[in-house]
């Protein structure tokens, strides 16, 4: 049985208090109760604050970005040492977002993809095509690219610990959520390049999340599929009623 997991990418919102706020709410709603993993990637300056508010509950908390690098002149950022030595568990790397806005590659993303990994963090990594790509029928053989380097260097074993996102940008923050079937093949696409490269028991480990315009009204669909483990949230994960209904559906 693969593992469920529902992670909410809290992106640049929510100050301490909200964080603990929510993250109490959270956890008297869904008490002991672990249908799945329950992840919450919160801004950095958040992090402290959430992981003591969870703690002696089942939620995890992550962070939304890293460096690669152990140590240095990198004004701004933070080494994973630095997420691991606080005992952050998860991180999501190559968010559409930080692709688009800030420059990420898929050579930055694998460097920070191992890099989480060496510090026993797992790494959310996110993939997806934009409305572009998808139109001209490329879809595929992007997602399908992204994996590969991504994941390049790693031996089955390290894959199975990575936790993949597929995020078509069109439908992250639009309300435009893609159908169950085209979102189960491409997971299915994702799972198949992964058989090629690491093989079939490696595939079937993986596990692997959808992620754009995720409510509580859309996700037990989402969720009824052969591939679908899980998924990333994004706007309706700021809300711990619909949050809540998500984690429900799974
Ligand atoms: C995301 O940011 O990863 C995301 C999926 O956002 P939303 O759920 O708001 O589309």
Avoid at 33 to 54: M, R
Wanted: glycine share 8%; net charge negative.
């Amino acid at each position: 049985m693969r593992r469920k997991v529902i992670a909410g990418n809290w992106k640049m919102n929510m100050l301490p208090n909200e964080a603990m706020n929510f993250i109490n709410a959270l956890a008297e709603r869904q008490g002991q109760e672990k249908t799945c993993e329950v992840i919450l990637c919160v801004p950095y300056t958040d992090l402290f604050y959430s992981l003591l508010t969870a703690q002696n509950t089942p939620i995890k908390i992550g962070a939304q970005n890293m460096h690669w690098e152990e140590r240095g002149a990198y004004t701004g950022e933070i080494a994973p040492e630095m997420l691991q030595c606080i005992n952050v568990q998860y991180v999501i790397i190559g968010h559409s977002e930080r692709r688009q806005y800030f420059a990420e590659t898929d050579e930055t993303v694998n460097k920070k993809v191992k890099a989480a990994l060496a510090h026993e963090l797992t790494p959310i990594l996110c993939v997806g095509e934009t409305l572009k790509q998808k139109e001209v029928g490329l879809a595929e053989e992007v997602i399908t690219k992204q994996v590969e380097l991504a994941l390049g260097g790693l031996i089955a074993k390290q894959v199975e610990e990575v936790i993949i996102a597929y995020e078509p940008i069109w439908a992250i923050g639009t309300g435009k959520v893609a159908t169950k079937e085209d979102a189960n093949d491409a997971i299915k696409q994702i799972r198949n390049k992964i058989a090629d490269l690491y093989g079939e028991e490696t595939a079937q480990n993986v596990t692997i999340l959808y992620g754009g315009s995720v409510n509580g009204k859309n996700a037990k669909e989402l969720f009824s599929t052969s591939d679908i483990d899980g998924a990333l949230v994004g706007g309706a994960s700021l809300k711990v009623g619909e949050f809540e209904e998500i984690i429900k559906s799974i």
